[in-house]
């Protein structure tokens, strides 16, 4: 951790490997690494959904994306909290709103959730994993990848988005 300005940085290492591997297994394509805007899918040049939240990445870009992923690693915590059971719910209403998209405009945007820290996820949260898997088997989610399988899967992965464009 880096002391600036009177605070403590954690760093978010399995963010950068997920950005990492994208970058290099994109082709030079657009990609946003963070994004600052709502994901909005359009119609016609107009707006037809656009998500509640903020994801952590989208491909190619938040408008109109093939694929949008969420990053959860939560490394510096020391006990288990509401935290987590946040980040539960907000991928449950981001895959509820794919749903719906896919439903009722046969719109579909792949939806990945990635994972990391053992201890929060296996020793602390089993139930929330539990939950998990459950909404990847109801299809809010696309795929969940845990720690290392990223480095394994996600380069496929960015070969088939390209695929899609």
Wanted: aromatic share 10%; with cysteine.
């Amino acid at each position: 951790m880096n002391k600036q300005k009177g605070e403590m940085r954690n760093y978010a290492y399995l963010t950068g490997i997920v950005n990492m591997l994208i970058e290099a297994h994109a082709g030079g394509r657009q990609v946003d690494y963070d994004p600052r805007e709502l994901t909005t899918v359009t119609a016609n040049g107009s707006p037809l959904r656009t998500l509640s939240r903020r994801v952590d990445g989208a491909f190619p870009s938040t408008i109109n994306p093939v694929a949008i992923w969420e990053v959860k690693e939560y490394y510096y915590t020391t006990s288990f909290g509401s935290r987590v059971a946040d980040g539960v719910y907000e991928t449950l209403l981001d895959g509820m709103e794919l749903e719906e998209l896919r439903n009722s405009e046969s719109v579909s945007v792949l939806h990945y959730l990635i994972l990391d820290a053992r201890f929060t996820w296996w020793d602390c949260g089993r139930s929330y994993l539990c939950r998990i898997i459950d909404m990847l088997h109801m299809g809010f989610v696309t795929e969940v990848l845990v720690g290392r399988e990223v480095i394994q899967r996600l380069p496929r992965l960015v070969e088939e988005w390209s695929l899609r464009l």
